[in-house]
């Protein structure tokens, strides 16, 4: 008992009050009483009271600074934590392509500046990640700017998101069903795409008989719906904008071609007759014909040598119910030999480049024939054909290219009708360019190796010196 000690002991105390305050100091000194007894009754109750007073005021000092101790031994050890934790965040890691796990929650004791908002990050939670730290409600998905409290969240480059809003920004569509292309038993997203128009598309729409155009080769897409012609053939409504359908339609582009052969100095002096015709019509002449080599698995042009009866398509055909082409009016046409060539024959319902191209491949045929060039290697023959296609797809593309650059600096077409015809010479260009990409990479011994090697002639000694060096030894010089 520390106060009775302080009653016997008669002498004078020092009680410092930095035992209740630490900001300052205040000492008291306390006289030694007098010998008078009733004073030294008053005085001796007076330093009990004095003594229970201060043991009850160091009871509760200690019991302070026991308090302090812990809150400070708390504060260091939660300290400690957070640093260890801090040490031991690793880099999320990387799943499924894009895919990460979460990262612990620390608790900050220090000064830290927050990622997201630039502020300081007092005590509570935070979030190391990226090199940065963050507050919890400071990590936003970079689509949506939702905070990101998933299990798993997606990155692209240094970019947090979602993963749905990532599958919804990255993750590829089918431009046939427009569904989410599905991802493999493998984990990988398998689709297929065109090599030129990059349309990409499930797999399995190759094996469910998705239709394709018949002229520029991309997937009908569901929400659209392509126009079939009487013969099975199905083709978008870009390339039926410029389709060519009956014979009379065609006679103007046949008489742009010759005039493309004759500014080569390549003129057809005889008159060959040019057909239109469906695609039975074709195949039953490609029957009846004994020379010629054929572009399988679908030929849509002919150059004639043999006198037959072809059906000819006289009159455009109408577009009925369900987008449907109702059967062209046909006619009989009676091929008589008076030259080398009867008739060029081209299947209708094509595109008026892809027509002209064909027309211009077969003409090339006739010209050969028509000129005395003997019996050539299918390589050379249909090789140089395909030379003088290219080169008049590639005509025509510069001429659309200028004559669209004059059209947009007219101003007297109203702007409606320039809009529409913009979009139609810009989709025609590209058409052009994809007719161009076919020929240049057709992997046919005939057609493809043909027409690199006889493009490689021409532009090395020019057409008018390969097509002598033909005439000469049968085949492309070198």
Known sequence: MGWLTKIFKGSSHRISESEYNSKHVDNRLWEEPSTNLEVYAQNENEDIDRAIALSLLEEEDRKARAKEKNLHLEEDEQLARALQESLNVEPPPLQNGNSYHPFPFVYSSGYRICGGCHNEIGHGRFLNFMGAVWHPNCFKCHACHQP???????????????????????????????????????????????????????????????????????????????????????????????????????????????????????????????????????????????????????????????????????????????????????????????????????????????????????????????????????????????VLAHMWIESEIVAGSASTSVASTSASSSSATSSKKGKRSQFERKLGEFFKHQIESDTSAAYGDGFRAGNRAVRQYGLKSTLEHIRMTGSFPY
């Not at 990155?155 to 569904?179: L, R």
């Not at 009487?230 to 009956?246: Q, V």
């Not at 455009?316 to 109702?326: H, S, T």
């Open 148 to 386: 990101i409290f998933d299990y798993e969240f997606s990155m692209s480059g240094n970019q947090p998101y979602h993963k749905m809003c990532y599958k919804e920004q990255y993750h590829p569509k089918c431009d046939v069903c427009k569904q989410f292309i599905p991802t493999g038993a493998n984990g990988l997203i398998e689709y297929r795409a065109h090599p030129f128009w990059l349309q990409k598309y499930c797999p399995s729409h190759e094996m469910d008989r998705t239709p394709r155009c018949c002229s520029c080769e991309r997937m009908e897409p569901r929400d659209t719906k392509y126009v079939k012609l009487d013969d099975g053939r199905k083709i978008c409504l870009e390339c039926l904008d410029s389709a060519i359908m009956d014979t009379s339609e065609c006679q103007p582009l046949y008489l742009d071609i010759q005039e493309f052969y004759e500014g080569l100095n390549m003129r057809v002096a005889q008159k060959v007759p040019l057909l239109l015709v469906e695609r039975q019509a074709l195949n039953d002449a490609m029957e009846g014909e004994k020379h010629g080599h054929h572009h399988l698995p679908e030929t849509r042009g002919l150059c004639l040598s043999e006198e037959q009866t072809i059906s000819t398509i006289l009159r455009k055909p109408r577009i009925g119910a369900g987008n449907r082409v109702m059967e062209p009016l046909t006619e009989p046409f009676r091929l008589t030999r008076r030259c080398e060539v009867t008739a060029i024959l081209i299947l209708y319902g094509l595109p008026r480049l892809l027509t002209g191209s064909i027309l211009a491949h077969e003409m090339m045929h006739a010209w050969l024939r028509l000129n005395g060039f003997r019996t050539l290697r299918p390589d050379v023959e249909e090789g140089i054909c395909q």
